[in-house]
């Protein structure tokens, strides 16, 4: 029997210990692009405009208005709002943040970017510290950004600037969620689902329909309707050229080339291209 003493706290009897040896085993001649990455699903929005599905749809559209990003359609027990910055201009589009705010019927959860310093964290517009919990939530420090685990079926991810990130549990698959994070049934056909329930081919009409702003014809609704669906669509060709010089760096680069088997590169260089546009 190995015991340890705990007068002096010497360990007996250790030569009845199986002796370990470390083994180095090498594996050969496998390609890692065959191993499947087993992803959870998750809803993204980060730069002004860029938005992927919880079913994997990746697309761009331009506001300034609130928006809801994610909804529970079925039980009403929730709403998440995306506030972009209103005075973001293109001669500063570095600087660019988004706020949420999460409506709940224990009260309402908002975060707000001070990119970059910390962001402020209000519970029913009071200031919090992080780490806290509260009503459904508990709130978080993670590196540079906060999290937020919920009871509510989703876990949030915010970097404090203008990225946002949110896992669905599995009990929220079906038709239970909606917004501009799509519809969580592993169909990516119907992701772009207004918020009156039909469907359409249009990012930019579909985006807009989840503008949460109260005023009719608000000024960002305004913009919104009047902004170009690829901003890219009436550049010169010599622009176009320098754009896809800067952007080629996604599938040039060593750095990001070995991300290229796990994950398709074209719809962020298409975003790459956007912004380079809007820009």
């Known amino acids: 029997e190995i ?3 705990s007068q002096d706290g010497v360990w007996k009897n250790l030569e009845e210990f199986l002796e370990c040896k470390v083994a180095i085993v090498f594996v050969r001649d496998i390609d890692m692009r065959t191993v ?3 992803l959870p699903p998750y809803c993204h929005a980060w730069g002004m405009d860029h938005f992927r599905t919880m079913d994997g749809l990746i697309y761009s559209f331009q506001s ?12 009403n027990t929730f709403d998440i709002h995306l506030l972009t910055d209103q005075t973001c201009t293109q001669e500063d589009y570095s600087v660019c943040k988004r706020d949420i705010e999460i409506v709940t019927a224990q009260g309402v959860l908002g975060l707000y970017s ?11 517009g009071e200031d919090r510290v ?3 919990s509260v009503g459904p939530f508990s709130i978080r420090s993670i590196s540079n950004h906060i999290s937020i685990i919920s009871s ?8 404090q600037h203008h990225a946002v990130t949110i896992e669905p549990d599995e009990s929220m698959k079906g038709n239970k969620l909606c917004g501009l994070c799509g519809v969580y049934n592993d169909d990516p056909t119907d992701d772009w689902t207004r918020i009156d329930g039909s469907t359409t081919n249009s990012a930019k009409e579909f985006g807009r329909s989840w503008n949460m702003e109260t005023i009719a014809q608000s000024s960002c609704e305004l913009a919104a309707s009047m902004a170009p669906d690829d901003p890219c669509a009436s550049q010169s060709p010599e622009f176009m050229v320098a754009a896809n010089e800067r952007c080629a760096v996604l599938s040039a680069d060593a750095a990001f080339t070995v991300c290229g088997d796990y994950v398709d590169p074209t719809p962020f260089f298409n975003a790459c291209l956007w912004d380079f546009c809007r820009i």
């Not at 300034?64 to 039980?75: E, G, I, N, P, Y």
């Not at 001070?114 to 029913?124: E, F, K, L, M, S």
């Open 130 to 132: 992080v780490p806290f």
């Open 114 to 124: 001070n990119y970059p310093d910390p962001a402020t964290v209000r519970w029913q």
């Open 152 to 159: 509510l079926g989703w876990t949030l991810y915010w970097d």
């Open 64 to 75: 300034t208005c609130k928006s809801a990003l994610l909804r529970d359609c079925a039980d």
């Open 36 to 38: 499947a990455l087993d």
């Open 3 to 5: 015991s340890c003493n």
